[in-house]
Nanobody
């Protein structure tokens, strides 16, 4: 499975961006997906996760109420809607496909990773 993350870029604080993660195979629809982010010198952290059918989601406390993860299995795509962006959201964002039907906070539980898309938020 190949993942293509897109939608990053430059934004002002308070703006919105929508990230997309497109998968190359339909098997994507059987797996949980996570959006991670990483800044230099820090570990990659899960910011949002979604189960295979979208029935369950997870948000890190730092993004709860501002970010929304969703998926369209017919299009093999997962989205991350990011609203009310803050300077602290500046990072490289990665999507990843879980080894199971569920998301996980553990990076080792993800089998496939996208190449990352950079988000820069200026205050």
């Amino acid at each position: 499975v190949q993942l293509q993350a897109s939608g990053g870029g430059l934004a002002q604080a308070g703006d919105s961006l929508r990230l997309s993660c497109a998968a190359s195979k339909r098997t994507f629809s059987n797996n949980g997906v996570g959006w991670f982010r990483q800044v230099p010198g820090k570990e990659r952290e899960l910011v949002a996760g979604i189960t295979w059918n979208g029935g369950g989601t997870y948000y890190a406390d730092s993004v709860k109420g501002r970010f929304t993860i969703s998926r369209d299995n017919a299009k093999n795509t997962v989205y991350l809607q990011m609203n009310s962006l803050k300077a602290d959201d500046t990072a490289v964002y990665y999507c990843a496909v879980s080894r199971s039907s569920y998301y996980s906070v553990e990076r080792s539980q993800y089998r496939y990773w996208g190449q990352g898309t950079k988000v820069t938020v200026s205050s």
